[in-house]
């Protein structure tokens, strides 16, 4: 891979913000973000983007899912650039430098990397896979006892090596043809290959993120009759016990459903939702939201200092820089 330049992202794009506080008895929003700002578009041009993970080599990762492709923004001041997925499509960078990383991707969503930096995919051709360092891709899950998954959604590696995955229908023809679960659950992929299911009662399990001190893991419900955050308990064993609801998002006249989430370093919880990004503190009371021209699907924290919140919204990348870091959970 070319060498990359070290970026400072605070200084890379103009960026602003338009923070709306949710309840005026609010103290610490100051604390968090600016005021007066909005995110700025930073890539366009595409079909569907979703599952942003910033790589530490210093650049972004996305899934663009029906061009079936991966693509890869690195920021910087220079010439706008394009890439072609497999698809056909040309999106752009109005900042930075945008090429292909994967294509054809398997309609890849969420992204992450493992505690070895290596990718893992949740592909919604019915897998969840690992690109190895010469490039290879292997399947890590595509059946649990004996029948296909339903559509891997998102994703989250805990610090003991687990991945723990949702798997809605989603990808599947018409929402359910060829459906062989008859439900839509939240499984667990231990170190050792052993693929478990952690919570069966979802509805359409989405985003899912954990505390940083991986006590707690947040899981998104996108049915639109519940729009809501669980938050369960992780048992030293791995499973999941005390699921309740953390919190709804729920906004008239505002298009979207709870999707991706990810934490900061306080604990808050950071969901894409109707109209924008909400931020939730972690006893789950509404902080504010930052409103985006797209409907957003995702977000990562970026950047050598992890102040910068990247969102894929649509057709759009952008970018909002916070006061407050992404998480940092405990060390491998």
Avoid at 29 to 42: F, G, H, R
Avoid at 93 to 108: D, E, F, N, W
Avoid at 232 to 258: H, I, M, S, W, Y
Wanted: aromatic residues 8%.
């Amino acid at each position: 891979m070319a060498l990359l330049m070290k970026p400072n992202c605070v200084t890379l794009f103009p960026v602003v913000f338009l923070f709306t506080a949710i309840f005026s008895k609010a103290d610490d929003l100051p604390s968090l973000v600016d005021s007066e700002l909005t995110p700025a578009k930073i890539a366009s041009g595409f079909k569907f983007i979703e599952g942003p993970v910033w790589h530490p080599l210093g650049f972004l990762l996305f899934s663009d899912i029906p061009a079936n492709t991966i693509f890869e923004w690195q920021p910087g001041l220079g010439r706008p650039s394009a890439a072609t997925g497999a698809e056909g499509d040309s999106p752009s960078a109005s900042v930075g430098a945008l090429k292909t990383y994967r294509t054809p991707s398997g309609h890849s969503n969420g992204l992450t990397l493992d505690r070895e930096g290596r990718l893992i995919a949740c592909e919604h051709d019915r897998r969840v896979s690992r690109t190895e360092k010469d490039g290879r891709v292997v399947t890590l899950a595509d059946k649990f006892e004996g029948k296909r998954l339903n559509s891997p959604n998102d994703l989250v590696v805990k610090s003991d090596g687990a991945i723990y995955f949702t798997d809605p229908p989603y990808g599947l023809p018409k929402g359910s043809e060829g459906k062989e679960l008859d439900f839509n659950g939240v499984f667990r992929l231990a170190p050792d290959g052993a693929l478990s299911v952690v919570v069966k009662d979802f509805s359409r399990p989405n985003g899912i993120a954990f505390s940083p001190d991986e006590k707690k893991l947040y899981v998104a419900d996108s049915d639109g009759a519940l729009n809501h955050l669980r938050v369960f308990e992780v048992q030293p064993d791995g499973t999941l016990a005390n699921g309740r609801v953390f919190a709804e998002l729920k906004e008239p006249g505002q298009q979207g459903a709870p999707d991706g989430i990810k934490v900061d370093e306080r604990g808050n919880v950071i969901s894409t939702g109707p109209g924008g990004v909400w931020i939730f503190s972690q006893e789950g009371r509404l902080l504010g939201k930052i409103r985006t021209p797209e409907v957003p699907a995702n977000v990562a924290f970026g950047g050598d200092d992890r102040r910068t919140l990247y969102i894929t919204a649509r057709t759009g990348l952008y970018a909002v820089i916070l006061k407050v870091p992404g998480a940092v959970r405990p060390a491998h």
